[in-house]
Nanobody, 126 residues
Framework: QVQLVESGGGLVQPGGSLRLSCAAS????????ISWFRQAPGKEREGVSCISSSDRNTYYADSVKGRFTISRDNAKNTVYLQMNSLKPEDTALYYC???????????????????WGQGTQVTVSS
């Protein structure tokens, strides 16, 4: 079965850290450009970060630049989003998506995504 499964979300205090995972089954992630999106209640979906299939091209939204790091482990067929210095405004449902091939990460909002995960909830609160 072809799917993306996110994990690693949870409740964390402001200033804390979480590492989200996006694990693929049924296809090989290293041939895909992978993006992380988030959506908070009542807000539009926001592109958070993206990594091209070659790892040479990454993108971060201004709101997370310097705090979040995207990476991949091809041996585990997984992409990660390390989130540090978390803020209450980072609270959202985070989900990943996969677009085939080496694509321009800065264009993450318009890439032709084949697969989407169901998401993992991140709540930043004291």
């Amino acid at each position: 079965q072809v799917q993306l499964v996110e994990s690693g979300g949870g409740l964390v205090q402001p200033g804390g850290s979480l590492r989200l995972s996006c694990a693929a089954s049924g296809f090989t992630l290293d041939r895909y450009t992978i993006s992380w999106f988030r959506q908070a209640p009542g807000k539009e979906r926001e592109g958070v970060s993206c990594i091209s299939s070659s790892d040479r091209n990454t993108y971060y939204a201004d709101s997370v630049k310097g705090r979040f790091t995207i990476s991949r482990d091809n041996a585990k067929n997984t992409v990660y989003l390390q989130m540090n210095s978390l803020k209450p405004e980072d609270t959202a449902l985070y989900y990943c998506a996969a677009a085939p091939g080496y694509l321009y990460a800065q264009a993450m909002g318009v890439l032709p995504y084949d697969y989407w995960g169901q998401g993992t909830q991140v709540t930043v609160s004291s």
